[in-house]
């Protein structure tokens, strides 16, 4: 019988079976930042350990540090300069790489390690942060861990892991026109629950994830964590090898030939069998924004506020109505002209250079509404040159964007800074949970496009329609 991705994945990297469906995995790359890197590190030291594999390491500063032009270690969040101070500390003694604030390689780390080819197919890699699912687009095992599993990575290079379930689920079809990978993501949140993949990994595959280019299989995997997954893979390709090569930390010369070779043979068997296996239809996704407090609470911009369905079995009644009260939405309600206060790009999940130049197409020639406060933050320092050197800066800069530096900056605000007391947002992040993004704050997961194009109109916008935009 064949084997899944995700089983010759593990196989190749499984040094012990510990029983009990537990293995003890081989860590080939482990990545931190500043909001959990320094305390994994400080607490090794003071144990007296070492970390074993220091040039596979790699931290950045992304969650803490401030996007503000003109940013040094002062941050809006009080405790923020130790962060900062701390993980640069411990990252130097160690001898690890280190992408520091001014430093070109520098921003959100499930941004920087695939544009810098950090991540490669076949490899294991952890990161103390949910979202390093988001990694598993590059043919990886990548997922988060906690500071006390970091520890013992950067001590070992191995980890304790219960095995996953697999689940496949195959997107036939092709996206429609305007129809985003993000929008494909809320899509099957909204189909299968925040919960429909506990205890799984899941493989993305068909038609419609193979014509993704990787910026969009990034996005797409980045929100396998809101489905409860272990981790989200996609299996590499041709788009995959051609995206890598030549990239700072891609394998050269013969090396290369001899890593591609490989890479090759890391799919999915015909007759691999997967634990759970779902089929969706690309035609039936639309563009979609949130309207609760959950990322499954998700639908197409053209469709009402549900009312509840205990048929579905994800929420109870209280839960339903709690969102909605937090939301101050009702059943029935239009999503579509729903006034908003704030605009928001940027994150793990939309803040790489593909989606800032299509939110600056729908942008070019058009002002964010008068009471919006509309906000770019780049997801790497890279990300933002290019965009700079096409001049997309200016576009959302003149359409009423403030420009930023990079970082996570508001997809949370750990950093000290948020969006106003009972505000609603419309964002391109991946988390909607109440006060996510401010005291209070209400906001509407969605793609770069349906932001830009709500905030020009100052209401819920679906992209499609550049009449309203």
Known sequence: MGKTLFEKLWDSHVIADLGGGVGLLLIDRILLHER?????????????????????????????????????????????????????????????????????????????????AIVLP???????????????????????????????ALATATLRVRKPKTMRITVNGRLGIGVTPKDLALHILARFGSAGANGHIVEYAGEAVRA???????????????????????????????????????????????????????????????????????????????????????????????????????????????????????????LTGLPIDAAFIGSCTNARLSDLRRAAAILRGHRVAPHVKAICVPGSTSVKAQAEAEGLDRIFIDAGFEWREAGCSMCFFAGGESFGQRQRVVTSTNRNFESRQGPETRSHLASPETVAASAIAGILTDPRNRDAA
């Open 122 to 152: 076949g490899a294991t890699l952890v990161c103390p942060d949910s979202h390093t699912c988001t990694q598993g687009a590059m043919g990886a095992l990548a997922w988060g861990i906690g500071s006390t599993e970091a520890e013992h």
């Open 212 to 334: 993704l280019d990787i910026e969009g299989r990034l996005t797409l995997c980045n929100m396998a964590t809101e489905l409860s997954a272990f981790s989200g893979i996609i299996a590499a390709d041709e788009t995959t090898f051609d995206y890598l090569q030549g990239r700072a930390y891609a394998p050269t010369g013969a090396d290369w030939d001899r890593a591609l070779a490989a890479w090759r043979d890391l799919h999915s068997d015909d007759d691999a069998t997967f634990d759970v296996d779902h089929v969706v239809d690309a035609a039936a996704v639309a563009p979609m924004v949130t309207w609760g407090t959950s990322p499954q609470h998700s639908v197409a911009l053209d469709q009402p506020v549900p009312a509840f369905d205990a048929a579905s079995g994800r929420d109870t009644r209280e839960a339903h109505d709690r969102a909605l009260a937090y939301m101050d939405l009702k059943p029935g309600q239009s």
């Open 36 to 116: 959990t890197g320094g305390v994994a590190l400080e607490s090794l030291r003071d144990a007296g350990r070492d970390v074993l594999a220091s040039r596979q390491t790699f931290v950045t500063m992304d969650h803490i540090v401030d996007t503000l032009p003109g940013r040094t270690d002062r941050t809006i969040m009080p405790t923020g300069t130790q962060f900062i101070t701390a993980t640069r500390r411990a990252a130097n003694e160690a001898g690890l790489t280190l992408f520091d604030i001014g430093d070109p390689g520098q921003g959100i780390v499930h941004v920087i390690s695939p544009e810098q």
